[in-house]
């Protein structure tokens, strides 16, 4: 995984169709040296991908969010040096942030595009069709 | 659902997901897990 590609692809296909699935990169995740900072995104639903690199190893997490940029508001901050736990994906993010950056690694977010129809609802709770991530 | 259908894609591109239930698992105290 290259941490800084603008975009990338991932193409599903079958003898009759095929699925493109792009990845729009919103940014780097920025250590202070204590807490993780991640980018900004729009205040749309959509699907993310934060990629965590150490050397030559990486990782990918995988969210959908009603919200994007409140969630991924929601990972940065400091963190406890603790295990991860399930169900906690939150603190789990934010632990893994701090121990990705401590041990030399580093972190970045992209979303993924793919045209379609979402309802309003999910963002204002209106009920009228538009076009989203 | 979309969520769903980008892991699959992450697998078949060979990355390694770090979601619950990802595969492969690591230490919880893997740097990067």
Redesign the interface.
Known sequence: MLLDAEEFEWLFMSQAQSIRLTWARLGRVAWSGSGATFPVAPQEPGVYLVGVALGDDSRVYIGEAANLRFRLRSYGGNAMERPNERGSTTANMLGRMRRAYRAGGSAAVWALKLPMSCPDSAVTGKGTARSCY | M??R???S??Y??G??????RGFPEYP??????
């Open positions: 979309l969520e259908i980008a892991i894609a992450a078949l591109h990355e390694h997901v770090i979601n619950e919880s105290g893997h740097p990067l897990q």
